[in-house]
């Protein structure tokens, strides 16, 4: 029974375009990014001082997320500077894994050679390539406010400590764990909506009405938190990066 | 460790692609979302401060002006019962003025009729004596004229006048 479920860890390629591999996540990802760009033009060209219909939503949005992160970097400024990248991280994030959840993504495609099926769309970070991404993103820029706030040599000070045993092996330590940092976050993020991938495909196999629902709602959910946690570590890691010690 | 990377489908160009896609949405989401919605947002934020701010002052003025009222009032109230009691007094005073001269307008008016009526009395009494002693030298001119001498005479007119005196 279960040979009928196809299952790739990988996301497929649709089209090669000059030498180039247009994958169904990339597809998804293109198009995520595109209806969010869209929306935000249409927002952001009639802001208003005193706000009417979806500027609600968007101000409450903000203002959460805003408020959220406040309470996290410490001080309103510190979150105000972060805050473009951390909210993009969240609505990005949140938005492609909600969008993994529409009907037709993973199940609209193709048969490659008359043989293996391979979706048009594909949840967007079910594919390492995404969540790597993100994850080297967020750790790059964080060595690079890191540079900007304390100084280059400050900065490297953290990761080669030569005045005394101990801080030369929590140097190594912190140095380690950057790489850690990465694999972490990508690993993380790929882990959970892969697997909410796998069990949707696999519900949806064995009972194809009524049982996934719930699993749907779940898939919410998840979406929703994983999103969060990568935004909110986002912001520790930037915090710390800028913060003296 | 490719091998590794292509097992888990890691591509770098497919990454790479993901990374500018990301960029590109952060940069079109700070310029259309963040940066609007966030000063509008701060915009509000000020404003309310500002008008807590300004009601808070407004409040004070309030308070500031009520105390000044009742200051005012106070002060009103004192000095209008102060000139109420000046008022009461200077009205006692005339009274009191006018009752004294009264008083003595009609004490000396007592006494004036009072000397009148002495002297009309001693002017009646006079007259009286006098009549009296006509009339008993007449009446003793008349019995015993020829009999009595003029110091009998006047002996007689002396003892009625003498009891006249005494009836007085």
Redo the contacts between chains.
């Keep these: 029974m279960i040979e009928g479920v196809h299952i790739?860890?990988?996301?497929e390629k649709i089209l090669d375009v000059f030498g180039?591999?247009l994958?169904n996540?990339?597809l998804t990802?293109?198009l995520v990014?595109i209806s969010?760009?869209v929306g935000?033009?249409v927002?952001?060209?009639k802001?208003?001082?005193i706000?009417a219909g979806i500027?609600n939503a968007?101000?409450f949005v903000?203002?959460g997320l805003?408020g959220f992160m406040t309470t996290i970097a410490g001080d309103r400024k510190t979150a105000?500077k972060f805050?473009?990248?951390v909210?993009?991280i969240f609505?990005?994030v949140l938005f492609a894994n909600w969008a993994g959840i529409i009907p037709g993504v993973g199940s609209i495609g193709f048969y490659e050679d008359g043989k293996t099926f391979v979706p048009f769309f594909r949840s967007v970070n079910s594919?390492?390539?995404?969540t790597?991404?993100?994850a080297?993103?967020a750790v790059t820029l964080s060595h690079f406010f890191g540079v900007a706030g304390l100084g280059a040599f400050k900065h490297a000070g953290k990761f080669f400590n030569f005045k005394n045993p101990i801080g030369f092996f929590v140097g190594i330590l912190e140095f380690v764990s950057e790489f850690a940092k990465i694999i972490s976050f990508s690993f993380r993020l790929f882990g959970n909506v892969f697997a909410g991938e796998v069990l949707l495909v696999i519900i949806t196999f064995l009972v194809p009405v009524i049982a996934p629902v719930p699993f749907y709602g779940l898939e919410i959910f998840v979406g929703f938190i994983q999103a969060l946690i990568f935004a909110v570590l986002t912001m520790m890691f930037l915090v710390v990066a800028t913060k003296h010690h | 460790m490719s091998e590794l990377f292509h097992?888990?489908?890691?591509?770098w160009?497919?990454?790479?692609?993901?990374?500018v896609?990301?960029?590109?949405?952060?940069f079109?989401?700070?310029?259309?979302?963040?940066k609007?919605?966030?000063?509008?947002?701060n915009?509000?934020r000020k404003k309310i401060e500002e008008a807590i701010e300004r009601s808070k002052g407004v409040d004070e003025k309030m308070a500031e002006i009520e105390a000044l009222k009742e200051k005012i009032l106070v002060e009103a109230r004192r000095e209008s019962s102060e000139i109420i009691k000046k008022a009461e007094e200077a009205a006692d005073k005339i009274q009191e003025d006018a009752l004294k001269e009264a008083y003595g307008k009609s004490e000396k008016f007592m006494a004036e009729s009072l000397k009148k009526v002495q002297a009309e009395r001693e002017k009646i009494f006079q007259e009286v004596k006098n009549e009296t002693a006509g009339l008993v030298y007449a009446a003793v001119e008349r019995t015993i004229g020829d009999l009595a001498d003029e110091k009998l005479k006047a002996k007689m007119v002396e003892d009625a006048l003498k009891f006249v005196i005494s009836k007085r």
């Design positions: 790739s860890l990988s996301a180039f591999p994958t996540t990339l990802s293109f990014v969010l760009m935000a033009y927002l952001g060209r802001i208003k001082a706000p500027q968007a101000e903000i203002d805003l105000e805050f473009p990248i909210a993009t609505i990005f594919d390492l390539n995404m790597l991404a993100l080297l993103i | 097992n888990l489908g890691i591509d160009k497919v990454l790479l692609a993901q990374i896609n990301f960029a590109i949405l952060l079109v989401l700070k310029k259309f979302a963040y609007p919605i966030l000063k509008v947002l915009d509000r």
